[in-house]
């Protein structure tokens, strides 16, 4: 069976610093991998998704950045946070079945 | 990105009721989906739905995908403490690989 696996599940950072959230998908090959964040009690916002190894499409314009330099790895990075980029991030994968399944999250606090 | 609307934005019932969810959009979707989701977690899959006027269950929930294709539909029959969380609805467009997510409906189940 499939699974998907995010780390870490909570972080600490201070404004300025960079980020590398980690994403891998097991149980799949070629899936579609997406990060999303989401703001305390509100709704999901697509960052980026990538449909292939190399292959990142941006959402909205930000402070951050997409990588996916394997098959089931998708990385999502930063060179100096800001502190709204605060917000629970969730990484999720999906396949031609057209449904959509999310990892635990990584609560991420710039302080 | 594409807005979902999702009403309402939340809902305190008592245990035993039955509840009414909607999501509206203003763009064509090709797959519904819904979600719930509890603190600290990662969104959990609870309906796919796949074609206009499809009516699919998963236990007490039913959920419907609207014949516009604009709009779904979510009921949960009969509610007991354990459906407290926050319901959300997704829809992927007919051409592209992004899923967009409404704002949510946060359901309090009172005993």
């Known amino acids: 069976s499939q699974t998907i696996h995010q780390w870490p599940a909570t972080l600490v950072q201070p404004v300025g610093s960079p980020l590398s959230l980690e994403c891998t998908v097991e149980g799949t090959s070629n899936p579609n991998l997406y990060w999303y964040r989401q703001a305390a009690g509100r709704g999901l916002q697509l960052l980026f998704y990538?449909?292939?190894?190399?292959?990142i499409s941006s959402e909205v314009p930000q402070n951050l950045s997409a990588s996916r330099p394997q098959d089931r790895q998708f990385i999502l990075s930063s060179k100096k946070l800001l502190l709204s980029d605060s917000g629970f991030y969730l990484c999720?994968?999906?396949?031609?079945?057209?449904?959509?399944?999310f990892g635990s999250g990584t609560q991420l606090s710039v302080l | 990105g594409q807005q979902l609307n999702q009403s309402p934005q939340s809902m305190f019932i008592q245990e035993g009721e039955d509840v009414s969810m909607n999501c509206t959009s203003s763009s064509i979707f090709n797959t519904w989906l819904w979600y719930k989701q509890e603190p600290g977690e990662g969104p959990v899959l609870l309906i796919a739905?796949?074609?206009?006027?499809e009516l699919t269950s998963n236990g007490r929930l039913t959920a419907q995908f609207g014949i516009t294709r604009k709009d779904s539909f979510l009921n949960i029959s009969a509610s007991i403490p354990s459906d407290v969380g926050i319901y959300f609805c997704?829809?992927?467009?007919?051409?592209?690989?992004?899923?967009?997510f409404g704002t949510g409906t946060s359901l309090t189940v009172i005993p």
């Open positions: 990538s449909v292939g190894i190399g292959q």
């Open positions: 999720a994968w999906s396949v031609p079945l057209r449904k959509l399944f």
């Open positions: 739905l796949y074609k206009a006027g």
């Open positions: 997704a829809g992927q467009l007919v051409t592209g690989n992004q899923f967009y």
